[in-house]
């Protein structure tokens, strides 16, 4: 369980993308310990439901945010249970193939961009307005390491999270009048199923090693390590509180200092 955080307002109304499973989970749970009320989506009904029964304050909704009709019932669900929204989290993204440019399959391009980038986009658009309605609040859209350097054998990921950045950095232009902070968190490699997956299929792109493509991981960052899902929600609620209350348009690293990602053995 996270430490309280002061001058964090309770009973705020959170929606959490992919709230269901990972690092969105995570967040999920640690706005509830804090008082809020917090609707989750995903796309997997079996893991909204197991959120839910894990959470019984929570509420919840299936929706793939890369469609925008699915988006936008998905709020038309949200406002059958709040009047209200204070703090958008939009944490929901997919890895992407990891592969040369030259092999990357149209398919897997478009997949990776629709998802990682055009559902922010699909999710905020209907946000905003009721972040207005709720005079201000807060977004905080999840990029990555990859939105701040290039990242061979990545390209729709990388592009995708580096137009995130950009996003937040317009958001936070047209929304800071209004009282809506924009911020993007821009995790390093969190421990879990996910980069465990991403490192497998790198070392299988490469043929070496798992533990290889660990260690090569580990040692971008100054503080040789990958992080945890509890640090990225811990800056999230930092951010949405009122210690974070004049940062906006910032993308905030929480990753040990990614030093860089050439990501070759060599």
């Given amino acids: 369980m996270s430490q309280s955080i002061a001058g964090f307002k309770p009973d705020q109304v959170v929606l959490v993308t992919a709230g269901a499973s990972g690092i969105g989970r995570c967040i999920a749970e640690t706005y509830l310990q804090h008082g ?15 959120f839910l029964q894990d959470n019984p304050g929570a509420t919840g909704s299936i929706a793939d945010i890369s469609d925008a009709a699915q988006v936008a019932k998905l709020f038309e669900d949200f406002s059958s ?4 929204l204070n703090i958008l989290v939009n944490n929901a993204g997919i890895a992407g193939p990891t592969s040369p440019v ?27 307005p009721l972040l207005k309605k709720a005079g201000g609040g807060s977004i905080v ?11 061979p054998l990545r390209s729709p990921y990388t592009a995708a999270k580096w137009a995130l950045i950009g996003l937040t950095k317009t958001w936070a232009m047209e929304l800071g009048p209004d ?5 993007a968190l821009c995790p390093g490699s969190v421990n879990g199923p996910r980069i465990d997956g991403v490192i497998a299929r790198d070392a299988d792109e ?29 800056m999230a609620l930092f951010l949405s509180s009122d210690l974070g209350n004049t940062i906006s348009g910032q993308a905030l690293g929480v990753d040990g200092h990614t030093e860089g990602l050439s990501n070759w053995l060599s």
Wanted: proline share 1%.
């Fill in 36 to 50: 809020c009320k917090v609707h989750i989506c995903d796309i997997a009904e079996a893991s909204v439901e197991g």
């Fill in 81 to 84: 249970h709040y009047s209200q």
């Fill in 102 to 128: 030259e092999d990357i399959e149209i398919a897997d391009w478009n997949n990776t961009i629709n998802i990682d980038l055009n559902g922010p986009f699909y999710i905020t658009r209907k946000a905003v």
């Fill in 141 to 151: 859209n999840i990029s990555s390491n990859a939105g701040l350097f290039g990242l």
């Fill in 179 to 183: 009282n809506i902070r924009v911020n």
């Fill in 206 to 234: 490469r043929g070496v090693s798992v533990e290889e493509i660990r260690d090569l991981y580990q040692r971008q960052s100054s503080m040789r390590l990958f992080v945890d899902a509890q640090d990225v929600a811990n």
